[in-house]
T-cell receptor, first 115, second 115 residues
Framework: DQQVKQNSPSLSVQEGRISILNCDYT??????FLWYKKYPAEGPTFLIS?????DKNEDGRFTVFLNKSAKHLSLHIVPSQPGDSAVYFC??????????????FGKGTKLSVIP | GAGVSQSPSNKVTEKGKDVELRCDPI?????LYWYRQSLGQGLEFLIY????????KSGLPSDRFSAERTGGSVSTLTIQRTQQEDSAVYLC?????????????FGDGTRLSIL
């Protein structure tokens, strides 16, 4: 049972336009959400996060929106640049009974920004 | 370096052999996580360390898998009697611990191939 879903395996966007990556989750106990960017042969790089008490967090060209009632979050990148081309992972966490904040990841969306 | 360091970057071994993977977290990060990514799958949580103790081992797939952390820093993940289904990229992440969630920062992983 996939608790974090990224339904679009790939997305192509023209340089300068907005990229919107979507993520849905099923576990209402998740209280912290993150987006990671991954290049081939490298580990995921943290981009931006949002706590469940907020509905928006912005950092430069990156904005994450959280809709708790819909159990949906999205990452907006504007303007998109060719260097943004990578696989983007959505992740969610909650504090386990053992005290860890293990992350549950989606399967990723491959973003291609076309010059 | 300032990031999470993992070694080796690649490991090829024969089925039935034991392997040891190493993770050197970011200095000062007390929380350490191991994940793995099998082909075509998302990242899967394995084990969590807080300091030298591992209060959450719930993701370890079998008793062939074990991990330890000494001095609150370096961690090793050991897989005994490796099987072909153990082939994956093994990722380590570390984070600060506090009252609020902190983002996990990942190393570049160890790509393990079992022949």
């Amino acid at each position: 049972d996939q608790q974090v879903k990224q339904n679009s395996p790939s997305l192509s966007v023209q340089e300068g336009r907005i990229s919107i990556l979507n993520c849905d989750y099923t576990n209402s106990m998740f209280d912290y959400f993150l987006w990671y960017k991954k290049y081939p042969a490298e580990g995921p790089t943290f981009l931006i996060s949002i706590s469940s008490i907020k509905d928006k967090n912005e950092d430069g060209r990156f904005t994450v929106f959280l809709n708790k009632s819909a159990k949906h979050l999205s990452l907006h990148i504007v303007p998109s640049q060719p260097g943004d081309s990578a696989v983007y992972f959505c992740a969610a966490s909650l504090r386990s009974g053992a005290g860890s904040y293990q992350l549950t990841f989606g399967k990723g969306t491959k973003l291609s920004v076309i010059p | 370096g300032a990031g999470v360091s993992q070694s080796p970057s690649n490991k090829v071994t024969e089925k039935g052999k034991d392997v040891e993977l190493r993770c050197d977290p970011i200095s000062g990060h007390t929380a350490l996580y191991w994940y793995r990514q099998s082909l075509g799958q998302g990242l899967e949580f394995l084990i969590y360390f807080q300091g030298n103790s591992a209060p959450d081992k719930s993701g370890l797939p079998s008793d062939r898998f074990s991990a330890e952390r000494t001095g609150g820093s370096v961690s090793t993940l050991t897989i005994q009697r490796t099987q072909q289904e153990d082939s994956a990229v093994y990722l380590c992440a570390s984070s600060l611990m506090g009252i609020d969630n902190q983002p996990q920062h990942f190393g570049d992983g160890t790509r393990l191939s079992i022949l």
